[in-house]
């Protein structure tokens, strides 16, 4: 707006020379005018009529968007996949690294995939909780040039996941940057989470794996995992104090023995380079593998410099217990993580909700809250309902102060809600659902339907001010048949420019909604519906806001004439004077 009112009138200046043709003698604008001048002549002789067509297809557009689904963001195309699954507690080292191997080869199998990289357990940091049963791997992709034909991101996770079936191991998919936003914003790894709260670990996993298992029906799951809050395996040595005593030990020094045999102690660092790495010494694995051989191999210094196996100053036992405590605002806390294809999360969630309250009883203290992508969508709802009504409020008062009039600003106004009428068929016909990206793009079209309206209202202002002149200059009062001509003056001789704004406008977008590659997920969904728009907004400013104008100025020129004998009548004249 800045460079249009300053650069460019000083650009026209230096750039626009020679004959410039006049713009009746365009064939450009000749060909807009021959097309639009029968329409608009049609618009002026069934006004009403013209009007209700434009309200049956503002009530029509009812149908599309009811069929639109919610998400609050679209899936950014990261061009590498993670796939996180997750089984019941208690598995061991080897088994998962057996599995982990297993699951590497079958999706190193696919010819869309480059490399792969999996991971069980938790990395070598205090930050990653991770237990042993839970997964990572991270898939990168080749170019989809090297994809088999056809072949789309969906179908490729779908063809995936029905090869990664495992009995006791639940999949879940999505994306490395994706992941990790959505785990530190939520705690959720899938698309949609279930928290459970309440005061009892036994009680909370049981409610956890009715939902589970009721999730699981809901037409669009694909899996669904509720955290074991029970069944984890520990290694306890409990020492036996009155052994110990008898051979003069402490508690400390067996613990120092138990951790030195067991977890390992760094006894030295090796140099390689500029590299250093600690030297690690513990009790091989065959002599550490069951609570038996722990109790007969590992041995404990005593007094005289004897050595007694563990059995006889500890007793070592399995016991079993949580895999790991979640508290969230000072509850309990368990999560179930779901993952779902081929639906939206909006109804989704409305769906699961709803089997949730039917089939599953919550005791008095346990609750649960729906989390993940639709807690963050949540979030972005009651954001808007704050941003939508206060654009439009801006809108209006923008208006109002160009105007001067109410009129006029409520006929500019009605642009904006014919303008969601494309918008809404376009989102209905490319399949996009609501989201963010889509409520940035329907704020931008209010801005420019307001635009374009306002573009040809001050063309119809301009033109009726003249013809009100020249009546003014001929000593009559103007008509309908000067309305008329009005109408079809700024209308008609003006269909240039507005043309030029909405061509403008669309030659922008269109590359950005077409365009692929990183971000166009969500860029494409910001200009579907100002693309849309654009169209029904068009045909609203040709030929609605014409109609409306015309029926407006026809109201004030019957009033004008009613109230004009009145106020004939009501003059009042001194003696000796007459009309």
């Not at 928290?195 to 049981?206: C, N, R, S, T």
């Not at 006029?408 to 809404?424: C, D, H, K, Q, R």
């Not at 240039?496 to 997920?521: F, Q, Y």
């Amino acid at each position: 707006a800045l460079l249009s009112v300053t650069l460019v009138p000083v650009l026209m200046m230096l750039f626009i020379r020679g004959k410039i043709m006049p713009e009746a003698k365009n064939p450009l604008n000749r060909f807009l005018i021959w097309v639009y001048r029968p329409i608009i002549a049609g618009v002026m002789r069934w006004k009403l009529v013209t009007i209700a067509l434009a309200l049956v297809a503002l009530g029509v557009s009812w149908y599309p968007a009811s069929k639109l689904g919610s998400e609050f963001m679209p899936t950014l195309n990261e061009g590498t996949l993670l796939y996180m699954p997750a089984s019941l507690p208690g598995m061991s080292i080897t088994k998962a690294a057996e599995v982990l191997q297993t699951q590497d080869k079958i999706i190193k199998s696919f010819p869309e995939v480059a490399s792969v990289y999996g991971k069980a357990g938790r990395a070598n940091t205090a930050t990653d909780p991770a237990p042993t049963e839970m997964f990572e791997t991270v898939i990168n992709l080749k170019p989809q040039e090297e994809w088999r034909p056809g072949m789309t991101t969906d179908k490729l996770i779908a063809e995936m996941d029905k090869a990664l079936q495992f009995p006791g191991v639940s999949n879940a998919w999505t994306m490395p940057i994706k992941a990790r936003i959505d785990m530190l914003s939520t705690g959720i790894r899938t698309p949609i989470g279930i928290k459970v709260f309440g005061k009892d670990l036994g009680e909370m996993e049981k409610l956890a794996k009715e939902i589970e298992a009721v999730v699981k029906t809901v037409p669009g799951t694909t899996s669904a995992f509720a955290e074991r809050l029970t069944g984890g395996s520990y290694l306890n040595i409990e020492p036996d104090r009155a052994a110990l005593a008898r051979y003069g030990l402490s508690v400390g020094e067996l613990l120092d023995v138990v951790g030195s045999a067991l977890g390992g102690e760094m006894v030295t660092t090796t140099v390689e380079g500029r590299e250093r790495f600690g030297v690690t010494v513990r009790y091989p694995r065959e002599l550490r593998s069951n609570p038996e051989q722990i109790e007969r191999e590992v041995l404990v210094p005593v007094m005289g410099g004897a050595m007694v196996p563990l059995g006889q100053v500890a007793k070592v036992v399995v016991a079993r217990g949580t895999p790991g405590i979640r508290t969230e605002n000072a509850l309990l806390s368990a999560y179930i993580f779901v993952d779902i294809r081929d639906r939206d999360i909006g109804s989704y969630v409305a769906d699961a909700r709803k089997a949730v309250a039917e089939q599953v009883k919550f005791p008095a203290g346990y609750y649960i809250t729906w989390s993940g992508q639709f807690e963050a969508m949540e979030r972005a709802i009651e954001k808007m309902k704050i941003v939508v009504p206060v654009t439009l409020l801006l809108i209006f008062l923008l208006l109002y102060l160009n105007f001067r009039r109410l009129t006029e600003t409520l006929i500019v106004m009605l642009s904006v809600p014919f303008a969601l009428v494309g918008g809404i068929w376009l989102m209905w016909w490319l399949g996009y659902n609501l989201s963010v990206a889509v409520a940035v793009g329907f704020i931008a079209l209010a801005g420019v339907a307001a635009e374009t309206g306002v573009v040809m209202l001050i063309y119809l202002d301009h033109a009726w001010e003249h013809a009100r002149e020249r009546c003014r200059a001929e000593g009559r009062v103007p008509g309908p048949s000067d309305l008329y001509g009005a109408v079809m003056e700024g209308a008609v001789e003006r269909v240039r420019p507005k043309m030029m704004t909405v061509v403008a406008i669309m030659a922008g977008l269109l590359p950005i909604m077409w365009g692929s590659g990183t971000g166009s997920e969500v860029m494409s969904r910001i200009a579907a519906p100002m693309v849309g728009g654009m169209i029904s907004s068009t045909i609203l400013t040709l030929c609605v806001i014409p109609a409306l104008y015309a029926l407006l100025k026809q109201w004030q020129l019957e009033r004008a004439s009613r109230r004009a004998p009145e106020m004939k009548q009501a003059v009042v004249y001194p003696p000796g004077q007459t009309s």
